[in-house]
């Protein structure tokens, strides 16, 4: 390699480290900034990094690499020789050269793509964008717990224009093999599809009936809609999620709802078999008769002591009502970025023996 291609390539490797888009989230650098009052760390740090040490562990040429640059600055010792020495060379200094930005609209300029071989690593990643003309900030790569490449990568790009001209686009790896291309929100939105249907697990029964379960709350008489999406996590939250491992991340436990708890004693009751479906607030009932029976119960018992301030109503589904409630909730979750309410399928067994 060539001494001016071995310094362009330590510019941009160098650059990209404290670029927007990587510092903001590079937790190492972020911590090591906070040490000087100037936000200046040791050049030598950098030797540290594989990308920069595969190329040179060389401080002198590090240093005339980066004296041109506007996205670093460098703070030479006082009084120093020319050309430095090596114990110069040790105390050179750098920073990022303009602060954040304080709002951060990367969200909006990032895309998910699918669809890669597993073999792949970063650097044949980034050149495949580059022959696409594809201008590209930073490259994401989603990895199993065992570090191995899942196929998949977040994509960062300049502007939100560009990011939505990329996801038009049709990009193959290969000629028989197209990539997936989805926004930011849209695989949040699918993913969140796939763990409702997780935890939307199939009948123990063939339900012929199905029953919509309605909560009003007293203090102000209005009917409280069962299909309120449960409130979205922080965009900070988000942003971590979808930087990061998202198939395997860690799901939290929730709090049971007034509505759940209502229809568990209800259902602890009863004497046949249903089940809950809490993503739907509807019980699948597996005899009319017994649905029949359910309602009337609700009917006459509207309230328990353990929820005081909600009532409940119920009725019979038809056959379409049921599409149109299992449509309208696919709609909703892809129609906003909050999350569907969650909670699975809860069997409950009390057949007459």
Excluded at 66 to 76: E, N, P, Q, R
Excluded at 193 to 203: D, G, L, T, V
Excluded at 226 to 254: Q, R, V
Aim: hydrophobic share 30%; with cysteine.
């Amino acid at each position: 390699m060539s001494q001016d291609n071995l310094k362009t390539k330590l510019k941009d490797q160098i650059e990209f480290y404290f670029s927007d888009a990587n510092f903001r989230r590079d937790k190492f650098l972020l911590a090591e900034t906070k040490k000087d009052p100037e936000g200046y760390i040791p050049l030598k740090v950098l030797t540290t990094f594989k990308r920069v040490s595969n190329l040179t562990s060389d401080l002198s040429i590090i240093s005339e690499a980066l004296k041109d640059s506007d996205i670093v600055s460098l703070k030479l010792p006082e009084s120093s020789s020319s050309p430095l020495s090596p114990q110069e060379l040790e105390l050179i200094k750098i920073k990022k050269a303009q602060p954040l930005p304080e709002q951060d609209d990367s969200p909006n300029r990032t895309l998910y793509i699918k669809g890669f071989p597993e073999t792949l690593s970063l650097d044949e990643i980034i050149s495949f964008f580059k022959k696409q003309n594809i201008n590209v900030l930073v490259v994401r790569m989603n990895r199993a717990q065992n570090k191995n490449f899942k196929g998949s990568c977040w994509l960062e790009l300049k502007t939100p224009e560009e990011a939505q001209v990329v996801r038009q686009q049709t990009l193959k790896w290969d000629d028989s093999t197209p990539l997936s291309i989805l926004t930011r929100e849209e695989k949040f939105a699918e993913k969140e599809a796939k763990q409702a249907a997780k935890k939307r697990k199939e009948p123990t029964f063939t339900p012929n009936v199905v029953v919509k379960v309605i909560e009003t709350k007293k203090s102000d008489g209005e009917e409280k809609p069962s299909e309120t999406p449960k409130e979205e996590k922080s965009k900070e939250e988000g942003a971590e999620a979808a930087e990061g491992d998202t198939e395997n991340g860690h799901e939290e436990k929730e709090k049971e709802t007034d509505l759940s708890k209502y229809v568990h004693e209800v259902l602890s009751k009863s004497d046949f078999k249903a089940e809950y479906n809490e993503l739907e607030d509807a019980v699948e009932c597996s005899e009319p008769a017994h649905a029949t029976q359910l309602v009337k119960y609700i009917s006459e018992n509207p309230s328990i002591e353990s929820v005081s301030s909600s009532t409940f109503t119920a009725r019979i589904l038809s056959g379409d009502e049921e599409a149109e409630e299992e449509e309208e909730m696919i709609k909703r979750a892809i129609r906003t970025k909050n999350k569907p309410k969650h909670g699975e399928t809860i069997t409950k067994r009390f057949c007459n023996e």
